[in-house]
């Protein structure tokens, strides 16, 4: 079921191209090609609901002023049985729509049918998406980068789904290459150190409390069995010992964070299947891979990288490079997704063009591939930052975030911003009960709503109400924010950001509040009670969708 919003930029679109076709015909201006025309909101509402730039668009080839070609598309569009009341040309050339006010009411009935479908659309026509993010190296706990990533992945995937796509979440295990085997290494080191031997421990192994921590336990369980085994076989069974117990660590805190992957893809597998030996061969074959000085390189010059890349290192090792290639080939090509977004961050910027080169080679599309750049996150406490590292062991992981602010705001204070900006995440205000917290704000909104149905007690139904009632600007204002949410979603796609989401329920959260404060619900006028029932129905039913998408609750309760 296509929304009312949708039907109206439909319909305005139709009506401008019908009108441009007039005009041409009447020899008012010639154009080679009709242009793609775009519907916009006017950031002034007194400008109209609606707004296109088409008259700009075409001046180039109208030969023509955009003022003089939006007059003859205005003289020559047809407002008949439409929604559009007037049609008005402002500044250099823009064409601004008013609506009839009745459609706003259709709005209503659109929330009060689809409910949880609301803001749904088909422009994704069941293609295949690839949504892979987080893929945390399992060689320690996942930090609080890896927990703006799963906030930004999960909520790509569930506004992709909400637009018809047929999405897979992925998480790509790295248990394979150099930084398993400095994993090996470093548990091997402490392991030897617990038993008492002088052992150095390596200068850029995994300092973390949790490498003593899997030693100790295994010293418990396994005793001292390992004590005279040779190197490689000892580590060996250390790394699929640590390896399992902080793979389902990490299931436990990703589901603890409301995160569930449809798959969990091994880069062992590559190698143990051969596909990354395959992927090097066929760049060979096509003449995209060369030896230099005993190691294999990619041609990565030839697609606009500065320089080439290595493959196989002189020591007869696959890179991870060579691994990342396999692997997105078997997403695009083996398992034939249409699409494949990656969210990564910040420091894997000059990965992406050597991987999409990469690709192209070997006859991929390049643009099947996105990969959203993730900017860092910065934790604050009284206004103090905290330092992470990994390696030094010094860091705030995902579990203590969940522990100290909770899943929804975690969850909402990630998707505050888009993700190509850094995010100062504010403890204290995420743990804050009042309306500075972002989170608070728009769960209160919901659950004042929740409060006041209860207390009100009445069974409405959409027939019983005289929605033209609603005349108040706080209650129009109100139920043109609601319409907004099916193209709020489209353009969060189009950025592949969730914040958009976000930022639309605070404004969302933000309109009711006025409406809440300007307008009485429980009134001795039974019909315009009902109506403003449904109106604050309606209202509830978008937060809750809007929090759904972004892996937040609504309660009923606060």
């Given at each position: 079921?296509?929304?009312?919003?949708?039907?109206?930029?439909?319909?305005?679109?139709?009506?401008?191209?019908?009108?441009?076709?007039?005009?041409?015909?009447?020899?008012?201006?010639?154009?080679?090609?009709?242009?793609?025309?775009?519907?916009?909101?006017?950031?002034?509402?007194?400008?109209?609901?609606?707004?296109?730039?088409?008259?700009?668009?075409?001046?180039?080839?109208?030969?023509?002023?955009?003022?003089?070609?939006?007059?003859?598309?205005?003289?020559?569009?047809?407002?008949?049985?439409?929604?559009?009341k007037s049609v008005e040309l402002a500044g250099p050339g823009f064409i601004n729509f008013h609506l009839n006010q009745n459609w706003l009411y259709e709005v209503l009935e659109d929330i009060y049918d689809l409910r949880g479908s609301y803001g749904s659309s088909d422009i994704g026509a069941g293609?295949?998406?690839?949504?892979?993010?987080?893929?945390?190296?399992?060689?320690?706990?996942?930090?609080?980068?890896?927990?703006?990533?799963?906030?930004?992945?999960?909520?790509?995937?569930?506004?992709?789904?909400?637009?018809?796509?047929?999405?897979?979440?992925?998480?790509?295990?790295?248990?394979?290459?150099?930084q398993i085997e400095k994993f090996g290494q470093s548990l091997e080191a402490r392991y030897l150190q617990l038993l008492g031997q002088n052992i150095e421990f390596p200068e850029d192994g995994y300092k973390g409390e949790d490498i003593t921590e899997h030693m100790k336990n295994f010293i418990e369980?396994?005793?001292?069995?390992?004590?005279?085994?040779?190197?490689?076989?000892?580590?060996?069974?250390?790394?699929?010992?640590?390896?399992?117990?902080?793979?389902?660590?990490?299931?436990?805190?990703?589901?603890?964070?409301?995160?569930?992957?449809?798959?969990?893809?091994?880069?062992?597998?590559?190698?143990?299947?051969?596909?990354?030996?395959?992927?090097?061969?066929?760049?060979?074959n096509k003449g995209y891979a060369y030896e230099k000085e005993g190691a294999v390189w990619f041609k990565a010059t030839e697609f606009g990288c500065e320089k080439d890349d290595v493959l196989v290192r002189n020591n007869g090792i696959p890179t991870y490079f060579a691994a990342d290639i396999a692997?997105?080939?078997?997403?695009?090509?083996?398992?034939?997704?249409?699409?494949?977004?990656?969210?990564?961050?910040?420091?894997?910027?000059?990965?992406?063009?050597?991987?999409?080169?990469?690709?192209?080679?070997?006859?991929?599309?390049?643009?099947?591939?996105?990969?959203?750049?993730?900017?860092?996150?910065?934790?604050?406490?009284?206004?103090?930052?905290?330092?992470?590292?990994?390696?030094?062991?010094?860091?705030?992981?995902?579990?203590?975030?969940?522990?100290?602010?909770?899943?929804?705001?975690?969850?909402?204070?990630?998707?505050?911003?888009?993700?190509?900006?850094?995010?100062?995440?504010?403890?204290?205000?995420?743990?804050?009960?009042?309306?500075?917290?972002?989170?608070?704000?728009?769960?209160?909104?919901?659950?004042?709503?929740?409060?006041?149905?209860?207390?009100?007690?009445?069974?409405?139904?959409?027939?019983?109400?005289?929605?033209?009632?609603?005349?108040?600007?706080?209650?129009?204002?109100?139920?043109?924010?609601?319409?907004?949410?099916?193209?709020?979603?489209?353009?969060?796609?189009?950025?592949?950001?969730?914040?958009?989401?976000?930022?639309?329920?605070?404004?969302?959260?933000?309109?009711?509040?006025?409406?809440?404060?300007?307008?009485?619900?429980?009134?001795?006028?039974?019909?315009?009670?009902?109506?403003?029932?449904?109106?604050?129905?309606?209202?509830?039913?978008?937060?809750?969708?809007?929090?759904?998408?972004?892996?937040?609750?609504?309660?009923?309760?606060?």
């Amino acid at each position: 079921m296509k929304s009312t919003i949708n039907k109206i930029i439909a319909s305005i679109k139709l009506a401008v191209n019908e009108s441009i076709t007039r005009s041409v015909d009447e020899g008012a201006f010639t154009i080679d090609h009709m242009p793609s025309i775009i519907i916009e909101v006017p950031r002034d509402t007194t400008h109209g609901e609606f707004s296109t730039n088409v008259a700009m668009q075409i001046t180039r080839q109208a030969k023509k002023s955009p003022k003089l070609i939006g007059e003859v598309i205005i003289k020559n569009i047809d407002t008949n049985n439409s929604y559009i009341k007037s049609v008005e040309l402002a500044g250099p050339g823009f064409i601004n729509f008013h609506l009839n006010q009745n459609w706003l009411y259709e709005v209503l009935e659109d929330i009060y049918d689809l409910r949880g479908s609301y803001g749904s659309s088909d422009i994704g026509a069941g293609k295949k998406v690839n949504v892979e993010f987080i893929s945390a190296n399992p060689t320690g706990p996942m930090h609080m980068g890896n927990a703006r990533g799963g906030a930004i992945g999960d909520g790509i995937a569930s506004i992709l789904q909400c637009a018809g796509y047929q999405v897979s979440r992925e998480f790509y295990i790295n248990d394979a290459g150099n930084q398993i085997e400095k994993f090996g290494q470093s548990l091997e080191a402490r392991y030897l150190q617990l038993l008492g031997q002088n052992i150095e421990f390596p200068e850029d192994g995994y300092k973390g409390e949790d490498i003593t921590e899997h030693m100790k336990n295994f010293i418990e369980e396994q005793h001292k069995e390992y004590i005279d085994e040779e190197s490689d076989r000892r580590k060996k069974a250390f790394i699929e010992y640590a390896l399992n117990l902080n793979l389902q660590k990490i299931k436990e805190d990703l589901n603890e964070y409301g995160i569930k992957y449809d798959v969990w893809f091994s880069e062992s597998v590559l190698h143990c299947q051969n596909q990354v030996n395959a992927v090097i061969d066929e760049l060979k074959n096509k003449g995209y891979a060369y030896e230099k000085e005993g190691a294999v390189w990619f041609k990565a010059t030839e697609f606009g990288c500065e320089k080439d890349d290595v493959l196989v290192r002189n020591n007869g090792i696959p890179t991870y490079f060579a691994a990342d290639i396999a692997y997105h080939l078997d997403k695009l090509r083996t398992r034939e997704f249409d699409w494949s977004i990656n969210v990564w961050g910040a420091d894997h910027h000059g990965h992406v063009a050597r991987l999409k080169g990469a690709l192209e080679a070997l006859g991929i599309e390049p643009d099947r591939l996105t990969i959203i750049i993730m900017q860092l996150v910065r934790l604050t406490r009284k206004g103090e930052i905290s330092r992470m590292s990994k390696r030094s062991g010094k860091m705030v992981t995902l579990s203590d975030l969940i522990d100290e602010v909770g899943k929804d705001a975690a969850r909402f204070f990630f998707n505050l911003r888009s993700p190509d900006s850094h995010l100062d995440f504010d403890l204290d205000l995420a743990m804050e009960q009042s309306n500075d917290n972002p989170v608070f704000y728009v769960q209160y909104a919901h659950a004042r709503i929740c409060s006041i149905l209860r207390q009100l007690d009445v069974e409405v139904s959409f027939s019983q109400v005289t929605l033209t009632l609603l005349k108040e600007k706080e209650e129009i204002l109100l139920i043109r924010k609601l319409a907004d949410l099916p193209q709020e979603i489209i353009m969060a796609i189009e950025k592949l950001d969730p914040s958009k989401i976000t930022k639309y329920a605070l404004d969302l959260s933000s309109d009711f509040h006025s409406f809440y404060n300007a307008c009485r619900v429980k009134l001795e006028d039974e019909e315009l009670m009902k109506s403003r029932i449904i109106l604050i129905q309606c209202t509830k039913q978008v937060i809750e969708n809007c929090l759904g998408i972004l892996g937040v609750s609504a309660p009923e309760i606060m």
